[in-house]
């Protein structure tokens, strides 16, 4: 199994709030991403990188922004929360473009 | 673009009973498929695979088959327990350039004693 942690696991915060998630890996894969997982909707995408310094949004960005300034490590930024953003959010990462994603245990966020 | 059709659940059986989760796909290049699969409170984990079009995938007595020419990947098992309820993602890996797979809605399986 990829070693992959996020934290915080738990987060309550407040509405007009920063709020920020990390994603950390001990792969050394190139492909990581962030999901938001909703009842309803199944897993969206929100945004990925393709290596060091290279991002792209995914097709839920609006509100997010990420940064990846290392190999191990994907931090998904909420500039400012609001309660639509209430979720289970999942990071992911594959050696390849086209190889199996490994999924982290998921951040639980509440906005209130 | 790409994307996944999986029949929508719940599906609900009696343990030792047979398993079909139906899946189809449109994809523009030749991706690899995936079935994930996700217990509560945890995330997606892969299931099983197939890269190219005949492969079978196997795993814990689950099979999928690559069919190419029906565009499909329906997951089977022939005897579920309660221990396999959990949510059944469909997935593609990316193709034609992309790097983002394509995953289906998921199908909630619950298996009763």
């Known amino acids: 199994d990829a070693g992959i942690t996020q934290s915080p696991r738990h987060k309550v915060t407040e509405t007009g709030t920063p709020v920020t998630l990390r994603c950390h890996q001990t792969e050394n894969h190139r492909y990581m991403y962030w999901y938001r997982q909703d009842p309803g909707h199944g897993l969206r995408l929100i945004h990925y990188s393709y290596g060091v310094k290279d991002t792209d949004k995914g097709e839920v960005s609006d509100g997010y922004s990420v940064s990846r300034s290392k190999t191990e490590d994907f931090l998904l930024t909420l500039e400012s929360a609001t309660s639509s953003q209430t979720s289970v959010y999942f990071c992911?990462?594959?050696?390849?473009?086209?190889?199996?994603?490994?999924f982290g245990p998921g951040t639980r966020l509440t906005v209130l | 673009g790409d994307s996944v059709t999986q029949m929508e659940g719940p599906v609900t059986l009696s343990e030792e009973a047979f398993l079909t989760i139906n899946c189809t796909y449109t994809a523009t290049g030749y991706p690899s498929l995936f079935w994930y699969v996700q217990y509560p409170g945890e995330g997606l984990q892969l299931l099983l695979k197939?890269?190219?079009?005949?492969d079978k995938g196997s795993n814990k007595g689950f099979e999928a088959t690559y069919r190419k020419e029906t565009t499909s990947f329906h997951l089977e098992k022939g005897s579920v327990q309660v221990s396999d309820s959990a949510v059944y993602f469909c997935?593609?890996?990316?193709?034609?350039?992309?790097?983002?797979?394509?995953f289906g809605r998921g199908t909630s399986l619950i298996v009763h004693p």
């Open positions: 197939a890269t190219k079009a005949d």
């Open positions: 997935a593609l890996g990316s193709s034609g350039g992309s790097y983002i797979p394509t």
């Open positions: 992911a990462l594959s050696r390849g473009a086209t190889d199996t994603q490994y």
